[in-house]
C-alpha cells in the first residue's frame, strides 16, 4: 500500500575525539572501525539485538550505547549541545516531531547515498536526514482475563473503565507523542479523547514498558499501546491482545539519523546502511516489527498494512505546533 504520511528514522551522530575524527570523515562505510556512540529508545532487550546484529556485520566497531524515552534523550542532547559538546553519533528513536526538530536546527547530517531503493518515498526524509527502519503502531491493549475487545477510541470512554487505562505520557515517550498529535488531529477524535480520559480519572504516565506491565499484570484492563510490545507480550504467554481501532492508529517508523556534529561519519553512515539493508529488515522483522521493506514478510500474528487504517499526520505542522500541543496536553491533565 501507499502509505500516506512522512515516515522518518534517526540516528544521531555525536562527536568523538577531533583529531581520529578527521581521519574517519573521509573513509568509505565499509571500513567502519572505532566507536559509535548511539542514543536509542529502543527497549534494552531490542537495542542490544540490534547493535549485536550490527556489529556482527561491522566487528571493527564498538557501539557505546544509551537508552531513555525520546523526549528525555532529546532533553539530554539539547543541553550538550548548549554545553558544545554532544555526544551521540548517531539517534534511533521513535518520531519524526523530535528529529524533525533538530533538523530545523541543522544538527542533522544529510546521507544522499542511503540505500533507500526499496522503500517508499514517504518513509524517509526528502533530504535524506532521516529514514524509518519500521512501523510501529499504537492501537488499544487489552487484558483478556478482564476485559473485551473494543472497536473504537471513543469505546474506551465510558465509566467502568474509571482509573482501569494505563495510557504513555507524551512528554516521555516519542510513540505517545506522535500519538497525542495524530489524534488530536483527526476529526470525530480530537482532544475530546484526552479530556473524556481525564474525565475517568486516568493520568499519562511514562513509557509503553510501565503501561503494557500494568495490562498484562491485571492493574488495567485497557492500555494506550504500540503493536510490537503488545503482541510479543502475548506470544510469550501474557494475558493481553491488541487492538487496531476501526477509525484509525497513528503510527511511527523509528527514524535513525546522524548528527551533523557527528565525527565518526563512516561508522554512523554503516550503521544506516545496515539498517535499511535486508539483514537489517530481516532483524525488524525477528524483533517483532512491521518492516518496511516489502520483500521482508511481517511477525507472525500481525495484520497485512492493507487491513489497518493508518492516520496521516503531517509532520512539518506537528513540529511548529509541538509547544502548543504539549502545554495543551498539561492544562487538560493538570501539569
Not at 557505546?64 to 532529546?74: P, S
Not at 510501565?210 to 503493536?227: F, R
Amino acid at each position: 500500500m501507499r502509505l500516506t504520511t512522512s515516515l522518518a528514522v534517526a540516528l544521531i551522530a555525536g562527536p568523538m575525539i577531533g583529531a581520529f575524527a578527521g581521519n574517519m570523515g573521509n573513509a568509505h562505510a565499509g571500513e567502519a572501525s572505532g566507536t559509535l556512540t548511539l542514543y536509542t529508545s529502543q527497549t534494552p532487550e531490542i537495542a542490544q539485538m540490534t547493535v549485536d546484529a550490527f556489529q556482527a556485520k561491522h566487528p571493527k566497531v564498538r557501539v557505546e550505547w544509551t537508552r531513555n524515552g525520546t523526549t528525555q534523550l532529546m532533553n539530554v542532547l539539547q543541553t550538550e549541545i548548549l554545553a558544545g559538546d554532544p555526544k551521540p553519533d548517531v539517534l534511533l528513536v521513535a518520531d519524526t516531531i523530535n528529529l524533525g526538530s533538530l533538523k530545523k536546527q541543522g544538527r542533522l547530517m544529510a546521507y544522499p547515498e542511503a540505500p533507500v531503493g526499496a522503500f517508499d518515498k514517504s518513509t524517509y526524509d526528502a533530504g535524506k536526514m532521516m529514514f524509518g527502519t519500521k512501523i510501529i503502531a499504537t492501537g488499544i491493549g487489552y487484558n483478556t482475563a478482564n476485559a473485551k475487545p473494543v472497536k473504537r477510541w471513543a469505546d474506551l470512554l465510558v465509566d467502568s473503565n474509571k482509573s482501569a487505562i494505563a495510557v504513555p505520557s507524551p512528554l516521555y515517550s516519542g510513540a505517545a507523542l506522535y500519538h497525542l498529535h495524530t489524534l488530536t488531529g483527526t476529526p470525530g477524535i480530537g482532544w475530546a479523547f484526552y479530556e473524556g480520559l481525564n474525565k475517568l480519572g486516568i493520568t499519562p504516565e511514562g513509557g509503553n514498558g510501565p503501561a503494557l506491565k500494568a495490562l498484562a499484570g491485571g492493574m488495567a484492563k485497557y492500555a494506550v499501546l504500540v503493536d510490537a510490545d503488545t503482541l510479543r507480550a502475548k506470544k510469550a504467554g501474557s494475558p493481553v491482545d491488541f487492538i487496531y481501532p476501526e477509525d484509525g492508529v497513528s503510527f511511527i517508523t523509528e527514524p535513525v539519523a546522524i548528527l551533523s556534529t557527528a565525527h565518526n561519519v563512516p561508522a554512523a553512515k554503516a550503521f544506516v546502511d545496515f539498517l535499511l539493508s535486508h539483514d537489517g529488515q530481516e532483524l525488524v522483522a525477528k524483533q517483532g516489527y512491521l518492516p518496511l521493506d516489502p520483500k521482508v514478510a511481517p511477525p507472525e500474528g500481525f495484520p497485512k498494512l492493507s487491513d489497518i487504517k493508518l492516520l496521516p499526520l503531517d509532520a512539518d505542522k506537528a513540529i511548529d505546533n509541538d509547544a502548543g500541543v504539549r502545554e495543551h496536553f498539561q492544562q487538560i491533565f493538570g501539569g
